[in-house]
């Protein structure tokens, strides 16, 4: 969440609840929040300096707008390049795409899509071996019913994979070709 914090303010300081909204109008497809848990991360943000609040004045009404700092901006991009942890990665490869256009440099782009393809590259090895491990062993019969429902989420994981892979192949020769 942090890392979408900080991406949603680098477009557009807002207030706390313009961040939910953002967070529900365009990053709802793989990352929920509730404005208590925007709420302590931005307080938790705001204590690294990697946000700010100011306080202004508004048709007679104080206005609290938040905004990334110069140590968010800079913490932010360092974290385009961090490595994408299994756990996460259709989120953490979604959240990076969607904030892909922060990055001014078509090179950089093209380094954090590889680093996603990558890393789909090596979560989908592991499955796949998984995958054959797993046709090789023997199940009794009593078992057989709970094994295919195993075996076909197994499977989900592995197709969705593929796909993830051959999109984001797709993008990264996309952006390779853009114009620099």
Do not use: N
């Not at 440099?105 to 995958?131: C, Y």
């Amino acid at each position: 969440m942090d890392f979408c914090i900080v991406g949603l303010l680098l477009l557009l300081p807002r207030s706390s609840y313009g961040l939910r909204q953002a967070f529900s109008e365009t990053l709802s497809l793989f990352y929920s929040s509730s404005l208590g848990s925007l709420q302590l991360t931005l307080k938790k943000l705001q204590a690294l300096g990697y946000v700010q609040l100011s306080h202004q004045q508004a048709g007679g009404r104080r206005k609290k707008t938040w905004q990334a700092s110069a140590a968010g901006q800079a913490w932010f991009v360092k974290t385009m390049f961090d490595s994408i942890p299994a756990s996460r990665l259709e989120e953490t490869a979604l959240a990076r795409l969607h904030f892909l256009g922060l990055l001014p440099d078509s090179a950089d782009r093209v380094t954090v899509l590889a680093l996603i393809v990558a890393t789909i590259e090596k979560a989908l090895a592991g499955l796949e071996q998984m995958q054959s491990q797993y046709s090789q062993v023997f199940i009794p019969q009593e078992y057989r019913d709970m094994a295919s429902y195993q075996l076909a989420t197994l499977d989900y994981g592995v197709q969705s994979h593929r796909q993830a892979l051959e999109w984001f192949r797709q993008r990264l020769d996309a952006e390779k070709q853009r114009p620099a």
